[in-house]
């Protein structure tokens, strides 16, 4: 069964501090790997998007890596400010007959303390 | 471009009244259709998944049921809801590629409290 999972599942940290939230998948046959932020009562909205053959992706202060071997991603925020506080969700898709079918973590939940 | 519209935002309804959720993709064709919840604290659930008209995959066991009578369209309903039917509804599309990177597009989600 596809699975996705997250940690930690929620984190606190101070403004200015460095963060990285973890990855674990077992999605297969695997198409590509995203890092989502939801701010809360919003829907989602995408950071980064990895295929198989791409290690490190950057988007501004977000810096999202794949290991594919290992099945493991990391998203890493550099310098957090207090609107970075979120749920930053991790979504695996898989290639299926019917097409790409898209596996949800169930988030980690960061908190930027002054 | 290609938008996505989910209504309403907001919901509250009795115990046992009926419900249906709509969410309209706009600007694509044969699109993937996903219908997550989100509980209070919780991580996004997959209820509903579509590939095309009329073809719908559960998820999870539930009180609801989805149906897509239209290409772009997908409907969340239930019959009789319950309590624990609350939570933040997400309706959300892709592109239904043969290979290649995959994007997922959500509406703004609808707040549903059973009362």
């Known amino acids: 069964k596809n699975q996705v999972e997250q940690s930690p599942q929620s984190l606190i940290i101070l403004e200015g501090k460095n963060c990285t939230l973890q990855?674990?998948?077992?999605?297969?046959?695997?198409?590509?790997l995203r890092w989502y932020k939801q701010d809360t009562g919003r829907g989602p909205v995408s950071l980064t998007i990895m295929t198989f053959s791409e290690n490190t992706k950057s988007n501004g202060r977000y810096t999202a890596t794949l290991d594919a071997d290992t099945k493991q991603s990391s998203l890493h925020i550099t310098a957090s400010q207090l609107s970075d506080s979120a749920s930053y969700i991790c979504v695996v898709s898989a290639l299926t007959g019917g097409g790409n079918k898209l596996t949800f973590g169930t988030g980690t939940q960061l908190k930027v303390e002054l | 471009s290609q938008t996505i519209h989910q209504w309403p935002a907001t919901l509250v309804q009795p115990v046992g009244s009926p419900l249906s959720l709509e969410c309209t993709v706009e600007?694509?064709?044969?699109?993937?259709l996903y219908w997550y919840r989100q509980a209070a604290g919780r991580g996004l659930q997959l209820l509903f998944y579509s590939v095309g008209i009329g073809q719908i995959s559960s998820e999870v066991p539930q009180n609801l049921s989805a149906s897509r009578p239209q290409d772009r369209q997908f409907i969340l309903s239930s019959k009789k809801l319950l309590l624990s039917d609350s939570g933040f509804y997400l309706c959300?599309?892709?592109?239904?590629?043969?290979?290649?990177?995959?994007?997922?597009?959500f509406g703004q989600g609808t707040r549903l409290t059973v009362v």
């Open positions: 990855c674990n998948y077992t999605v297969s046959p695997f198409s590509n």
């Open positions: 600007g694509t064709s044969n699109p993937n």
């Open positions: 959300a599309w892709s592109v239904r590629p043969l290979r290649g990177n995959t994007e997922a597009f």
